[in-house]
């Protein structure tokens, strides 16, 4: 998987970058109602310009990509110094609020993550097959605190095995996040010429109490 992820990028196959903000970051994350300097944790991040969307409104960002490429045309995107360092296996790259850890993010730990106070997860699960989900909502489990509030975008599309990104259907997202997240189902897109469609969703990380 992440060999063909990386080949993806170094051939520019990554029709899944979108050049704008996502529309429904912009609509929902403001009604997460999350306090304004909360670190927010982008898995699997690439490129996205809405790390700068969210940046730009009072959200510091946590961003984890497999990809060197994608970290480095993100920086290259704007003008602004660039601060490098290494920690825990991770090579990190600081420009303004923006933090890009290069490594594997399943390898990220929480002591690492004791800032992150929300997450944001647009591309994340969809890039990742069956196996590697259930996985991934547990490991983001771990590393969020109780009460940490999260906007997922997922898609579903007609050759559900190909991929990625897969298809995930709402039945598999309520089953690999409901242990450990309150799920609140937002939208659902209508179905492109291509038959895929987006479904959007609001997490909430459940306490020991929940």
Not at 13 to 26: C, K, Q
Not at 53 to 58: F, I, S, V
Not at 98 to 112: A, K, N, P, S
Not at 125 to 136: D, F, H, T, V
Request: charged residues 20%; proline residues 8%.
């Amino acid at each position: 998987m992440s060999l063909e992820w990386m080949t993806r990028w170094r051939e520019g196959r990554i029709g899944f970058h979108l050049n704008d903000v996502h529309p429904a970051l912009e609509r929902y994350w403001p009604q997460l109602e999350v306090p304004p300097e909360t670190k927010v944790l982008v898995p699997l991040c690439g490129k996205s310009l809405d790390m700068r969307w969210l940046a730009q409104h009072g959200y510091p960002v946590l961003g984890i990509e497999l990809v060197p490429e994608a970290i480095e045309q993100f920086l290259a995107q704007r003008q602004g110094e660039v601060s490098r360092y290494r920690q825990a296996g991770f090579d990190i790259s600081r420009q303004s609020s923006i933090e890009l850890w290069c490594g594997d993010f399943f390898h990220l730990h929480i002591q690492q993550a004791a800032e992150i106070g929300a997450f944001y997860d647009r591309a994340s699960l969809i890039a990742l097959p069956p196996a590697g989900r259930q996985r991934y909502a547990f490991h983001l489990a771990q590393l969020v605190p109780p009460g940490a509030k999260g906007l997922l975008i997922s898609l579903t599309h007609e050759k559900s095995s190909a991929g990625p990104p897969f298809s995930v259907p709402a039945q598999e997202i309520q089953e690999v996040f409901s242990p450990n997240f309150r799920l609140t189902h937002l939208e659902d897109s209508a179905s492109d010429a291509m038959g895929r469609a987006e479904s959007v969703w609001a997490l909430e990380r459940r306490g020991p109490r929940d």
